[in-house]
C-alpha cells in the first residue's frame, strides 16, 4: 500500500459499521478453566453477564497438524486495554499503525473493515501474511468481545510468529519493557515457550 496515503491522524479513519455478534467460539475459550474467560486478568471485573467489551489474547505453539499448547492466555476490559496502551511509546503506537497499513492485504482489510467473511475465515490466516493457520509454528489470536458474544469486524484476527517478530523491531525498548512486565506480572507459561514471545508486542495495543 502507498505510504503517502497513510492517516497520521485517527480522524482519518472512516466510519465503521456495526459488527456482527455470534456466540464465543471454543478456539477463544480458556484452556486454564476449561471454557470462557469470566474476568479481567488484570482488575478481575467480570465479563459476561456485565455486558463489557474487552480483548482475548492467545499465544499458541503447534506441535504438528492435530496439536497445539496455549503460550499464554488473557482477557482484558476496554478500560485495562487503554491504560496498558497508554504506556506505549507514541513512536511505537506510530510504527506499528504505519507496519499494519503498508503491509498488509488492502483488499483483505476492506472486506474486515465491512464486516464480509465469517470469523473463522478472518481468523484462518495471517492478517499481514496471508499466511493460513496451519502452516505456521507459532502464532496468536485475538478477538473483540462483548459479554458472551465475539464482535465480527475488524476482529477476530491472526497474526503470524513472523509477522510479529517484523513488528517487534519496530517498538522502542521502552515500549518492549511495558510489554514483557505486563507477561511476567499477569501471564504465566512453559518458560521455553514463554521465551519465543519475548519482546513481542501484544495485540490488544
Known amino acids: 500500500m502507498n505510504d503517502e496515503n497513510f492517516p497520521e491522524n485517527e480522524s482519518d479513519d472512516f ?13 477463544f475459550h480458556s484452556y486454564s478453566e476449561e471454557g470462557p474467560f469470566h474476568q479481567c486478568q488484570v482488575c478481575e471485573k467480570e465479563l459476561l453477564h456485565s ?14 497438524s492435530t496439536t497445539e499448547y496455549v503460550v499464554y492466555e488473557y482477557a482484558l476490559c476496554t478500560s485495562c ?6 504506556k506505549m511509546s507514541e513512536e511505537s503506537r506510530l510504527a506499528i499503525k504505519r507496519y499494519m497499513w503498508m503491509q498488509a492485504n488492502p483488499m483483505m482489510l476492506q472486506q474486515r473493515m465491512e464486516g464480509n467473511g465469517d ?6 490466516s495471517c492478517l499481514i501474511k496471508g499466511t493460513p493457520k496451519e502452516e505456521v509454528g507459532e502464532y496468536t489470536l485475538c478477538g473483540y468481545f462483548r459479554g458472551n ?5 475488524e476482529f477476530p484476527y491472526m497474526i503470524s510468529f513472523e509477522a510479529m517478530d517484523e513488528i ?7 515500549t518492549k519493557d511495558e ?3 505486563f507477561k511476567n506480572t499477569y501471564l504465566g507459561g512453559p518458560p521455553e515457550l514463554e521465551e519465543l514471545f519475548k519482546g513481542k508486542p501484544l495485540l490488544v495495543l
Open 81 to 86: 486495554a487503554e491504560t496498558l496502551q497508554e
Open 149 to 153: 458474544k465475539l464482535l465480527v469486524r
Open 179 to 181: 510489554m514483557d512486565d
Open 119 to 124: 470469523w473463522k475465515e478472518k481468523a484462518g
Open 51 to 64: 455486558n463489557e467489551d474487552y480483548f482475548i489474547e492467545k499465544a499458541m505453539k503447534r506441535v504438528n
Open 15 to 27: 466510519k465503521l459499521p456495526q459488527p456482527q455478534e455470534v456466540d464465543i467460539p471454543a478456539d
Open 168 to 174: 517487534s523491531e519496530l517498538l522502542s525498548e521502552e
